[in-house]
Structures are given as C-alpha cells and as structure tokens.
T-cell receptor, first 116, second 117 residues
Framework: AQKITQTQPGMFVQEKEAVTLDCTYD???????LFWYKQPSSGEMIFLIY??????QNATEGRYSLNFQKARKSANLVISASQLGDSAMYFC?????????????FGKGTTLSVSS | GAGVSQTPSNKVTEKGKYVELRCDPI?????LYWYRQSLGQGPEFLIY????????DSGLPNDRFFAVRPEGSVSTLKIQRTERGDSAVYLC???????????????FGPGTRLTVL
C-alpha cells in the first residue's frame, strides 16, 4: 500500500488564485512528521512546510499553509495568491516515528502550472 | 551559508562502468541522506549517515551500490558495474541532526543526473 498518495498528477491555476494540493498518508505510528517540498525544473528539492502529528495547529509559512486533518489522514498544501514562480512539481513526504535519521517517504508528486 | 552541493551535475557513462557521485552537505550538518529519483516519481531512500557511519543502508538496491563518508562531512555514492536501470537523478540531503522537528528537516542538493548508456 502506498504510504503517501498524491492523487492529482497536474493542477492548473491562475495567478493570484489560491490552490490546494492533496496528500493523504498511511501510517500506524502515532508519531510522524509531514513535509512538503517544491521541485522546480532545475531539480532541487526546496523545503516548504512541516507538520508534526502532535501539533495542535495547522502549520503556516508565508503563503503556504498545511490543512492537517488527522482523522482523515490528510495533509493538503494550500498556496495562497499563486505566483508564476510557483510553477513546479510538489511532493508530500512523511517521516514515521521519532528515531534519529528516519528517511522520508515521498509521494509521486503533483505538477502545478500557474498562468498569467 | 551555502546549501548542499553535488557534483557532477550530470554524468553519462556506459553500461558496466564504475561511477562516483559526490555530496557536500551543509556545514555542521551531521545527518546525510542519499535518495534516488526516477523519472515521474518521488525520491526513494537509499542510505543514511549519522557522522561517519552508515546508520541505515536498507534502501540500497543491491551490492553494486556503496556509499562512504570517511570524515563525517563529504559523502561519495559509488556504483559498480552500472546498468541502464541505474539511470536516475541521485539526490543528497543533509539535516542538522536527529530529534526535534525543525532540526530534522532535510535540505536537498540539486542532484546528479546519471545516464547509463
């Protein structure tokens, strides 16, 4: 079974609009972390936002916010006021447990295209 | 300071050859990870170093793959007898160390695109 599922292969949005990128996860570990990364065409993975499983509030970082619904096991990324530079691949990832150095498990990604 | 750097950015080799891919982590980061990203997929974990030792190499696909980090900083991923299926982008990430939330965020380099002909 997929640990991280991103069901939207591609999303299209106009500048200044908000967009939600979906992510669902599967884990039986009560302690986990959820991450979103952006990968532009240059290839580098850029860290955007983090949500811990015990965090009471949804994480926010500038124009990025994470809609964390623990019971539904979803961690959707919301980008407000989209910009042309937001066009990229977006990956949701999970780290299970609190052990040192646990690797990230990534989804297959969603390609976001922002048009003017 | 500088981010994670990887060299070369591109490597083309012939089937059966040996290749080395280098990663320079963020200064002071003790944790280092290697991932492999195939076309259209998310990155997949290969190996994790804490300091000089490989703490988890469960993601290495077979014994043709090996990685070292002799001084706890720069790491080299080594692939012997390369096969066409090894073609992918190899990503390196570093983190400041174990435990904690923000401190365990992994920061990635730009990757090395390996093409095996």
């Amino acid at each position: 079974a997929q640990k991280i599922t991103q069901t939207q292969p591609g999303m299209f949005v106009q500048e200044k609009e908000a967009v939600t990128l979906d992510c669902t996860y599967d884990t039986s570990d009560p302690s986990y972390g959820l991450f979103w990364y952006k990968q532009p065409s240059s290839g580098e993975m850029i860290f955007l936002i983090y949500q811990g499983s015990y965090d009471q509030q949804n994480a926010t970082e500038g124009r990025y916010s994470l809609n964390f619904q623990k019971a539904r096991k979803s961690a959707n990324l919301v980008i407000s006021a989209s910009q042309l530079g937001d066009s990229a691949m977006y990956f949701c990832a999970m780290r299970e447990g609190q052990q040192a150095g646990t690797a990230l498990i990534f989804g297959k990604g969603t390609t976001l295209s922002v048009s003017s | 300071g500088a981010g994670v750097s990887q060299t070369p950015s591109n490597k083309v080799t012939e089937k059966g050859k040996y290749v080395e891919l280098r990663c320079d982590p963020i200064s002071g980061h003790t944790a280092l990870y290697w991932y492999r990203q195939s076309l259209g997929q998310g990155p997949e974990f290969l190996i994790y170093f804490q300091g000089t030792g490989a703490a988890d190499d469960s993601g290495l696909p077979n014994d043709r793959f090996f990685a070292v980090r002799p001084e706890g900083s720069v790491s080299t991923l080594k692939i012997q007898r390369t096969e066409r299926g090894d073609s992918a982008v190899y990503l390196c990430a570093s983190a400041s160390g174990p435990s904690g939330r923000k401190t365990d965020t992994q920061y990635f380099g730009p990757g090395t695109r390996l093409t095996v002909l």
